[in-house]
């Protein structure tokens, strides 16, 4: 069964530095998100892309952050100065079906 | 943006006996999806059923079946028979069929525990 990969597992990071998660989303699929979850909280959305471009972003979807799809399997999210809220479990999603990646937990120290 | 609630931050079940979870939501939208997704330990995010809104008919999945209850803009999912494995966290979320986004709004999560 088709399902969506994402590496690393996790990741460990000090505050202000750069880090790409990769998703590899569905074959076919044609809509991607990234969602954000934090320790005890919601899941919440952050950014949908669709046709090699941004189609809705959320308000947590600042300038530091920005999405990529730089060839045709990949899909990367990409913080470029971590702070210590961004520490949580980010899920990559792609649609028809929103089939939802194990998730990348990322701890910034 | 829609709002999607879950009353219910934990709930507790027998083994083998039967649990239901609410979710209420908040659209003027005639048109969408709803969705129970089950989160264990692990934190990967399951999909357990989906209803689309223009169905009268319950959607159910083996153990797992909804109430849905367009009019009261109310998604119940009840687990039957419930199992230890069923123990997880339980998101509630709700996808609009307007447009090309079909991003998720998700619920706040109702804990199950199943006692053995």
């Known amino acids: 069964e088709p399902e969506v990969t994402q590496t690393p597992s996790h990741q460990v990071t000090q505050m202000g530095q750069e880090v790409i998660l990769r998703c590899v989303p569905i074959?076919?699929?044609?809509?991607f998100y990234w969602y954000r979850q934090i320790l005890g909280q919601k899941v919440e959305f952050l950014v949908s892309?669709?046709?090699?471009?941004?189609?809705?972003k959320s308000e947590i979807f600042d300038d530091q952050f920005s999405v990529e799809r730089p060839d045709g399997s990949n899909f990367t999210l990409k913080i470029r100065s971590t702070k210590l809220e961004d520490s949580a479990m980010y899920f990559c999603?792609?649609?028809?079906?929103?089939?939802f990646g194990p998730g990348t937990r990322l701890t910034v120290l | 943006a829609q709002t999607v609630t879950q009353s219910q931050p934990e709930m507790s079940v027998q083994e083998a006996e039967t649990v239901t979870l609410s979710c209420t939501y908040d659209?003027?939208?005639?048109?969408?999806?709803l969705f129970w997704y089950k989160q264990p330990p692990s934190r990967q995010m399951i999909l357990v059923i989906r209803?689309?809104?223009?169905?009268?008919q319950n959607a159910t999945e083996n153990r797992f079946s909804v109430n849905f209850q367009k009019a009261a803009k109310s998604f119940s999912l009840k687990i039957s028979d419930s199992q230890l494995g069923d123990a997880a966290m339980y998101f509630c979320?709700?996808?609009?069929?307007?447009?090309?986004?079909?991003?998720?709004?998700f619920g706040a999560g109702t804990t199950v525990t199943v006692r053995a």
């Open positions: 074959s076919n699929h044609l809509y």
């Open positions: 659209t003027s939208e005639s048109d969408y999806y």
């Open positions: 979320a709700y996808r609009s069929d307007f447009g090309e986004n079909y991003k998720l709004s």
């Open positions: 892309f669709y046709n090699n471009e941004i189609s809705e």
């Open positions: 209803q689309e809104a223009y169905k009268q």
């Open positions: 999603a792609s649609s028809p079906g929103q089939f």
